[in-house]
């Protein structure tokens, strides 16, 4: 079984900053990706950010300049900074991993239970 927790969720105004951090737990035999994809209502979930276990990253056009993801990989936790948030940024912010459970598993994806991001303006 696999866990993930998010915390750092909230309410702030447009130009403020929050940061949400995502931790797995559980069985990791290997954690090939951490991201972080939000849902506003009415909209499809979309990719915000993406990390892998080599620290590449990968931005939606959207954020880029803006959010910062990293990962501390002995904490098997994700992190995304998001500065200069606007109220387009509000959204329920997921967690994702891309993780291979045991040796003889293949890697699934995982979600987290969501944080709710508000911007106003």
């Known amino acids: 079984q696999v866990q993930l927790v998010e915390s750092g969720g909230g309410w702030v105004q447009a130009g403020g900053s929050l940061r949400l951090s995502c931790a797995a737990s559980?069985?990791?035999?290997?954690?090939?990706?951490m991201g972080w994809y939000r849902q506003a209502p009415g909209k499809q979930r979309e990719l915000v950010a993406r990390i892998t276990s080599t620290s590449t990253t990968n931005y939606a056009d959207s954020v880029k300049g803006r959010f910062t993801i990293f990962r501390d990989n002995a904490k098997n936790t994700v992190y995304l900074q998001m500065n200069s948030l606007i109220p387009d940024d509000t959204a329920v912010y997921y967690c994702?991993?891309?993780?291979?459970?045991?040796?003889?598993?293949?890697?699934?994806?995982?979600w987290g239970q969501g944080t709710q991001v508000t911007v106003s303006s």
């Open positions: 559980g069985s990791i035999f290997s954690l090939v990706a």
């Open positions: 994702n991993a891309e993780i291979r459970p045991t040796l003889w598993q293949r890697v699934n994806d995982y």
